[in-house]
């Protein structure tokens, strides 16, 4: 099965042009904006994987998080066909973004979850 967080990180990167990955850089406040791709859970089957992600978006203004927030999410619920050797069938939000803590204040952070149901490509 695809790997979720390979698939979508590398396409949130191209969709919005901001770092993306599995795990918060090192000097997080240095790379703003910083988008974070986690498989939280799920389930597989045969041939087709439903991952439940947890999409985070870090930023140096509540501004500037809200907006790409706003941006990715559509751009995730649009997402359909060959994505990274992996094929998306469906997306759907589970919990929209909202904003969340952060152990730096200086940074605003909005998360989201998502299943996304895709097979290997």
């Not at 501004?63 to 990274?84: C, I, K």
């Amino acid at each position: 099965m695809a790997d979720i967080e390979a698939v979508l990180a590398p396409w949130a990167e191209t969709v919005t042009g901001c770092f993306s990955a599995a795990e918060t850089p090192d000097r997080m406040e240095e790379t703003l904006p910083v988008i974070r791709v986690q498989r939280l859970g799920g389930y597989d089957e045969r041939f087709t994987g439903h991952p439940r992600v947890a999409v985070d978006v870090f930023a140096a203004t509540a501004d500037e998080a809200r907006a790409l927030a706003g941006q990715l999410s559509t751009a995730l619920l649009f997402l359909r066909g060959p994505v990274n050797g992996a094929v998306v069938r469906d997306v759907r939000c589970d919990s929209g973004f909202s904003r969340l803590p952060w152990v730096n204040e200086a940074i605003h952070r909005r998360g989201a979850t998502f299943t996304v149901s895709l097979r290997a490509a």
